[in-house]
């Protein structure tokens, strides 16, 4: 276990973390062990789960990374064929252009420019 002093939106919470060794399996979570902040301000738990991301399915559009939509390049109803760009998606200052899967008809726009997406979040569908 290592303490750590997280500071978030000025408020400071001390932690405990456990270092798991790589490759190691982790044993089941035991439920967190926080310590108050020298401020006395109120520690909850962070969760530890990540946000649960659409199953993608033939002919969607999924992101390769998570980050902010950039750009949509096609409206609902274009024709699109395979390998042509349809969305950016920005991580970390850097583009990452994305390409459709296969030629067709785009019948569904799942997000928009400034969005949120995780990684494998599914962005359009090409019919």
């Known amino acids: 276990m290592k303490k750590l002093r ?4 000025g ?8 270092i798991l060794d790589e490759g190691a399996h982790a044993p089941t979570p035991a439920p967190a062990q926080v310590a108050p902040a020298r401020n006395g301000a109120p520690v909850a738990p962070v969760p530890t789960t990540k946000p649960e991301v659409a199953v ?20 609902t109803g274009s024709e699109v064929t395979e390998g042509a760009q349809v969305a950016t998606v920005e991580a970390m ?18 997000v928009n420019p400034g969005d949120g997406v995780e990684e494998g979040s599914v962005l359009l569908h090409v019919a």
């Open 56 to 75: 993608a399915s033939a002919g969607d559009v999924t992101s390769p990374l998570a980050g902010k939509i950039v750009s949509i390049d096609v409206t």
């Open 6 to 9: 997280v500071t978030i939106e």
């Open 93 to 110: 200052k850097m583009n990452t252009y994305i390409f459709a899967p296969k030629s067709g008809r785009v019948d569904r726009i799942l």
């Open 11 to 18: 408020k400071a919470y001390d932690v405990l973390v456990e």
